[in-house]
């Protein structure tokens, strides 16, 4: 079983910066496809940038150019740098995991990942 736990979020004014940190806990996660997703109220929950255990990433066009996704330690295995930051980028953002299916994270596709954490709020005023 997995388990994520996200830090991280918080207000920041338009332009600034933030970054989130996953922390995983059981199975072996390293094989695993990572991403983060954001739901803004009233809006449906979309992903924001993915990452395989190849190292290949992926981004929503939203963020491309302004968000970084990436790998770290053992203890927080998955980062999410924002920089540039929008009002629109106001959401909560959630940290999961999943199995590659067919080769590819298919990301932006939800269903593919499993595991999820509790979500952490972004504020861009």
């Known amino acids: 079983h997995v388990q994520l736990v996200e830090s991280g979020g918080g207000s920041v004014g338009a332009g600034g910066s933030l970054r989130h940190s996953c922390s995983v806990s059981?199975?072996?996660?390293?094989?695993?496809?990572m991403g983060w997703f954001r739901q803004a109220p009233g809006k449906e929950r979309e992903g924001v940038a993915a990452?395989?255990?190849?190292?290949?990433?992926s981004y929503t066009d939203s963020v491309k150019g302004r968000f970084t996704i990436s790998k770290g330690n053992a203890r927080n295995p998955l980062y999410l740098q924002m920089d540039s930051l929008k009002p629109e980028d106001t959401a909560m953002y959630y940290c999961?995991?999943?199995?590659?299916?067919?080769?590819?994270?298919?990301?932006?596709?939800?269903?593919?990942?499993?595991?999820w954490g509790q979500g952490t709020q972004v504020t861009v005023s």
């Open positions: 990452i395989g255990a190849d190292g290949r990433t």
């Open positions: 999961a995991a999943g199995r590659a299916y067919a080769g590819s994270c298919q990301f932006p596709a939800q269903r593919f990942y499993a595991y």
């Open positions: 059981g199975s072996t996660y390293s094989s695993y496809c």
